[in-house]
């Protein structure tokens, strides 16, 4: 959950004593399952929140309504500074939201937990690799997911024309670095990446999201599609065992063990074509075996267009006499 919202949850709930749901999605202006779920995570968290079902329920503190955090133990609020921190490098909001929870703390806690949230540092970046800005549209589309308003974005398919459309936000994604957009259209749910996206734009105009849409289970969906795509071909490929760790860190989920057999494993691997699964695996050379005759005679053109272009040139002869 976002560090603002976390410490106007906390506050709301010591200063009423008890707020369900629905009462903390209008005072924080986000859906009701946003609430629930940010409460949930606040319990998930070893937050001592806890819900009372029945009839004039909801969510309490443990120990009751407090006008400062002085409930929190000092492991408690650590747990809380160690979800906020590392967002803090990035959002000078969320520094300003731990700011205002270190001043609520006891002061016998405070210290432990601004050590918490510099105890951690998200590095986005792979090794080689320059880190990735955070697309510039981001805040645009959360604000519309808060407000639920309609949004007109001009968005640009691969190798088409860019095109405006009007759709119902529902959600961001964050995905290693490469961020997506959940939304609602005519024709249902649709993903949208957002380094494709040229322009969004609030209109004003209230948006419509499933009252059972979770962005969890949505995006669930989404990876399960993606990945059922990518693994439209396989191939049994005997891997030497004790290279077996690097091959699966490399191939990741798409690589799956069958059969351990002494210094040989053999392994199944998916890719969307024989072509991409040849690719994926010719620098390994002699050290594995392929048994797909499809994938190998791909490996077999790979190698001889290696060969013809980087083969030396033969010395010449011996001048003729």
């Known amino acids: 959950m976002r ?30 399952a946003t609430a629930r779920r940010d409460l949930e995570a606040l319990s998930a968290a070893g937050v001592p929140v806890y819900p009372q079902p029945g009839r004039g329920g909801g969510w309490s ?15 408690e609020a650590q747990a809380l500074f160690l979800i906020a921190g590392p967002a803090a490098s990035v959002a000078p909001q969320v520094k300003s939201a731990l700011r205002k929870l ?23 970046a792979a090794w080689g690799e320059d880190t990735r800005d955070r697309p510039v549209l981001v805040e645009t589309l959360q604000l519309a997911v808060v407000k639920q308003l309609k949004v007109r ?46 322009g969004a734009v609030l209109t004003g105009t209230p ?13 669930d969906e989404v990876v399960t599609a993606v990945e059922r795509r990518r693994s ?12 077996l760790d690097v091959f699966r860190r ?9 059969e351990e ?14 072509l991409d699964i040849a690719r994926n695996v010719a620098g390994w050379g002699g050290l594995i075996t392929v048994e797909s005759p499809e994938v190998g005679e791909h490996l077999a053109r790979l190698g001889e267009e290696l060969v013809s272009r980087y083969r030396p040139a033969s010395p010449a002869g011996p001048a003729g006499t």
């Not at 968005?155 to 670095?177: E, F, I, N, S």
Request: glycine fraction near 8%; charged fraction near 25%; charge should be positive.
């Open 3 to 32: 560090a603002d919202r976390l410490v106007a949850t906390l506050l709301l709930m010591q200063a009423r004593g008890r707020i369900t749901a629905a009462e903390l999605a209008a005072e924080l202006e986000v859906s009701n």
């Open 61 to 75: 503190l443990v120990g009751g309504a407090r006008t400062d955090l002085s409930g929190l133990t000092s492991a």
């Open 102 to 124: 270190v001043r609520a703390l006891p002061q016998t806690f405070r210290a432990e937990a601004e050590a918490a949230a510099e105890a951690t540092i998200v590095d986005t």
């Open 153 to 198: 974005l001009t968005y640009r398919k691969r190798g088409q024309a860019p095109q405006g459309r009007t759709v119902d936000p529902w959600g961001l994604v964050d995905k290693d670095g490469t961020w997506y957009f959940i939304a609602g259209t005519p024709d249902g749910q649709r993903t949208f990446r957002l380094d494709r996206v040229l």
């Open 207 to 219: 948006a419509a999201k499933p009252p059972d849409f979770e962005l969890a289970g949505a995006w």
């Open 232 to 243: 439209a071909t396989s191939a049994r490929i005997l891997v030497p065992t004790r290279f």
């Open 250 to 258: 490399q191939h990741g989920r798409h690589c799956r063990v069958l």
């Open 261 to 274: 057999t002494g210094d040989q494993t053999l392994v199944e691997l998916t890719a969307p074509r024989p």
